[in-house]
T-cell receptor
Framework: DAGITQSPRHKVTETGTPVTLRCHQT?????MYWYRQDPGHGLRLIHY???????DKGEVSDGYSVSRSKTEDFLLTLESATSSQTSVYFC??????????????FGEGSRLTVL | AQRVTQPEKLLSVFKGAPVELKCNYS??????LFWYVQYSRQRLQLLLR??SRESIKGFTADLNKGETSFHLKKPFAQEEDSAMYYC????????????FGKGTKLSVIP
């Protein structure tokens, strides 16, 4: 497995509170992604990064922000969590040797529950 | 806009029976298609990509551009094949996004 870890793995929070999820990689991969996984929706891209300080929106970016101040860390922030953001969040990375390809390595996921 | 459709949410087959997980896509250019699998309590992982034309764990998938399909097949299902399967499309150079289908849960009955 690629060296990719997510934290926290589980979190329960209340509506209106800020939440930050962290994705850490040890592979020096250029591309990093945040997806959410919901029953009936599959995986949907929230935000992605193609380098330090280079990020862009995905399909379902409303209510989320990201930051990448160094290669190894990609942070996903919910400024004010809502119940609709209850989900399992997956970070993924792409192999740098292959450039921008669709072959992704995934983290183990972070289960977020917003009450 | 690109789209991936997996028409079956759940597919149940008996052990030893053939399996076909359907995937259709919508994209005007030349796509790269993938199958990802998520076993219970494990992370999502790549199973197949159409470019490599290989067989992994007995699974194969052929890209049919005429029918815009990339169905996943296995002649004889095993219990360990029970998992969630996602078809995904990458639109090639210039795009950073991988578009996933909604997934099909395969259940192999002993």
């Amino acid at each position: 497995d690629a060296g990719i870890t997510q934290s926290p793995r589980h979190k329960v929070t209340e509506t209106g509170t800020p939440v930050t999820l962290r994705c850490h990689q040890t592979e020096n991969h250029r591309y990093m992604y945040w997806y959410r996984q919901d029953p009936g929706h599959g995986l949907r891209l929230i935000h992605y990064s193609y380098g330090v300080k280079d990020t862009d929106k995905g399909e379902v970016s409303d209510g989320y922000s990201v930051s990448r101040s160094k290669t190894e860390d990609f942070l996903l922030t919910l400024e004010s969590a809502t119940s609709s953001q209850t989900s399992v969040y997956f970070c993924a990375i792409s192999e740098p040797a292959r450039g921008n390809t669709g072959e992704l390595f995934f983290g183990e996921g972070s289960r977020l529950t917003v009450l | 806009a690109q789209r991936v459709t997996q028409p079956e949410k759940l597919l149940s087959v008996f052990k030893g029976a053939p399996v076909e997980l359907k995937c259709n896509y919508s994209y005007s250019g030349s796509p790269e298609l993938f199958w990802y699998v998520q076993y219970s309590r494990q992370r999502l992982q790549l199973l197949l990509r159409h470019i490599s034309r290989e067989s992994i764990k007995g699974f194969t998938a052929d890209l049919n551009k005429g029918e815009t399909s990339f169905h996943l097949k296995k002649p004889f299902a095993q219990e360990e094949d029970s998992a969630m399967y996602y078809c995904a499309l990458h639109s090639g150079a210039g795009s950073y996004q991988l578009t996933f289908g909604k997934g099909t849960k395969l259940s192999v009955i002993p």
